[in-house]
Structures are given as structure tokens and as C-alpha cells.
């Protein structure tokens, strides 16, 4: 009942930014929180970078607070997060998870998005 679009991803020097875009679509589901993982290279688990629920609470993994804003659209079916100087060990693939409510059912489900690939190199 949901579907995850990720984009943005791309190639970027030390310092520079890039702004990731997850959009959810579907029906029947209620959203309680958006958030980005990480997969390093060489890493076999993907760690939470950030999260941000629908009433606009955030967190961050420490090494990205500070330089990193997770934000949502005005219909909050959209995730966004602004990443700025960006450093080598944020390099990854980046994955979106949405938490909702299915309905009428009322149980919880996380949806994954595909992965975009954030290279961070000189």
C-alpha cells in the first residue's frame, strides 16, 4: 500500500551539499515518521542518520548533527534532508524508511525505499 521514490544522490566534493527527496504514494496508510540510513561501504547494516516524525521532532546520528536538516513537504508525504560539508565518511547508499499506520487495520509497517547512492570524493 506504500511506495517509497528516493532521489537526489550523486557524486560531490568534500564541502559541498546535496539535498535528498524521499516521496511516498499510495493509499490507505498514515505516516508517524520519515527517516534516512546509511550503508557504508563495506558495512552489511545501515544506521539511522536522521528521522523526523510529522510533527516535526528530529533527530540525528552524531556525526551528522549540525551539518545535516531532515525536513518534511507541506503535505508531509515528502522527506528531504539538506546535507552540508559533506565529509568522505558520509558516503553510502542512502535508504528512506516511512513508519505508517495501515488502515483499517491499524498496523504498524515500515516502508523502504530503493537506495540513492551518495559519493562523497575528491
Known amino acids: 500500500q506504500v511506495q517509497l521514490v528516493e532521489s537526489g544522490g550523486g557524486l560531490v566534493q568534500p564541502g559541498g551539499s546535496l539535498r535528498l527527496s524521499c516521496a511516498a504514494s499510495?493509499?490507505?496508510?498514515?505516516?508517524?515518521?520519515m527517516g534516512w540510513y546509511r550503508q557504508a561501504p563495506g558495512k552489511q547494516r545501515a544506521e539511522l542518520v536522521a528521522s523526523i516524525t510529522t510533527g516535526g521532532s528530529t533527530k540525528y546520528e552524531e556525526s551528522v548533527e549540525g551539518r545535516f536538516s531532515i525536513s518534511l513537504n507541506n503535505g508531509k508525504n515528502t522527506v528531504f534532508l539538506d546535507m552540508n560539508s559533506l565529509k568522505p565518511e558520509d558516503t553510502g547508499m542512502y535508504y528512506c524508511?516511512?513508519?505508517?499506520?495501515?488502515?483499517?487495520?491499524?498496523?504498524?509497517?515500515?516502508?523502504w525505499g530503493q537506495g540513492t547512492q551518495v559519493t562523497v570524493s575528491s
Open positions: 524508511a516511512v513508519e505508517t499506520i495501515l488502515h483499517p487495520y491499524d498496523r504498524t509497517w515500515t516502508a
Open positions: 499510495g493509499s490507505m496508510f498514515t505516516i508517524n515518521n
